[in-house]
């Protein structure tokens, strides 16, 4: 379903803010609560309303598909029930968020699910309000989503493996989302747009996967050439996060004439630290096994920012996420470590 299609099926704001208080009328709930159910099933009154009740009487629906080809599925079970009742759902938006991204390693089935048991734990334990998974395979994506309810998630694939995007129930609101093909990709590879607001900030979130090695840096540099298209392209108002495992090499930045003017490396923008510089590094990493003494170190992964008109949003902190073995293991929970960006929202 393209992006157009998806807001057609979105009604104007009187409408959203009538229905909203229809459904927190008929629940007695609050307006968060409304949004919430009312934002997964197209605005459909009668059946946000029949699922409501269906959940408080039974103890929650064991699935439900709402979404598209592209994969958005909605788990309403009775963990989400317990988790949603324990949040406590404000007008008021927060004063900031968080934001991760991090490349799962899904095609390595050496204790993968010990690992990705280990990401979910972090995941519930720092709680981003904002999060970018890449290589990710259907099992890790089922698994994930039965173990972090409170979250939002949005595929960019159904099989093989693909990125997905989440966003934190009661404070990340989704508006629509795109996933734009990259037409020469040998590795099956895309960019997920999404779409959502914190309250009156307005967001645009670029997650994706490039090509990967050497032999294709000309394709990941066309890639790349679009993904900051489309980040230039977003009206004035949006700030717009450009993240994921680019598999970027500086010299082929460089060939782009470096970043666009507007768009900022958060992680230089956080003062570079050294120890936050390598996220692919073989040197701290031992899950890939790498003969002699040379241990390749990168920095694949990377997180952009576009400042919206006005700016609304401070990054005030980088680090990373992953940097202990899994317990029980000698494994991390990736090869890649997952880096965190926390910000602060400016008021208008």
């Given at each position: ?113 010990k690992r990705t048991k280990a990401v979910c734990k972090i995941v519930a334990t720092e709680c981003p309000d904002i999060v970018f998974f ?15 309810p409170e979250y939002m998630c949005i595929a960019g694939n159904v099989e093989g493996y693909f990125t997905a995007t989440l966003l934190r ?140 008109h006005p700016q609304r949003v401070v990054p005030v902190h980088f680090g990373l996420l992953g940097i202990e073995k899994v317990s029980g ?20």
């Amino acid at each position: 379903m393209s992006q157009s299609e998806e807001e057609h099926n979105i009604p104007d704001r009187e409408t959203c803010q009538k229905l909203t208080e229809q459904f927190a009328e008929i629940t007695g709930t609050d307006e968060a609560c409304a949004q919430f159910y009312l934002q997964d099933r197209d605005w459909d009154l009668e059946r946000s309303v029949n699922a409501f009740f269906e959940v408080s009487q039974t103890g929650g629906v064991s699935i439900l598909n709402d979404g598209d080809a592209a994969g958005i599925v909605i788990n309403v079970d009775k963990k989400m029930v317990e988790v949603l009742s324990k949040a406590q759902p404000t007008t008021e938006p927060p004063p900031r968020f968080s934001f991760v991204t991090w490349n799962l390693d899904g095609l390595d089935d050496h204790n993968l699910k010990k690992r990705t048991k280990a990401v979910c734990k972090i995941v519930a334990t720092e709680c981003p309000d904002i999060v970018f998974f890449q290589e990710m395979i259907p099992e890790t994506f089922s698994y994930v989503e039965e173990k972090l309810p409170e979250y939002m998630c949005i595929a960019g694939n159904v099989e093989g493996y693909f990125t997905a995007t989440l966003l934190r129930r009661f404070t990340v609101y989704f508006d629509s989302h795109q996933i734009h093909e990259f037409p020469g990709s040998l590795m099956c590879r895309n960019l997920i747009t999404v779409n959502a607001h914190i309250g009156p900030l307005k967001l645009l979130l670029l997650n994706t996967h490039l090509e990967s090695t050497v032999d294709h840096a000309a394709e990941r540099v066309k890639q790349l050439k679009e993904c900051f298209k489309v980040t230039l392209e977003a009206p004035e108002d949006t700030t717009v996060i450009f993240a994921g495992d680019l598999n970027l090499r500086d010299k082929e930045l460089e060939q782009l004439g470096g970043l666009p003017p507007g768009v900022e490396d958060l992680w230089k923008t956080c003062g570079s630290r050294k120890e936050c510089q390598y996220t692919w590094d073989m040197l701290r990493n031992s899950n890939k096994e790498f003969p002699g003494r040379f241990k390749p170190r990168s920095r694949f992964d990377r997180i952009y920012l576009r400042h919206s008109h006005p700016q609304r949003v401070v990054p005030v902190h980088f680090g990373l996420l992953g940097i202990e073995k899994v317990s029980g293991t000698q494994t991390f929970p990736s090869d890649h470590w997952g880096l965190r960006v926390f910000f602060n929202i400016r008021k208008l």
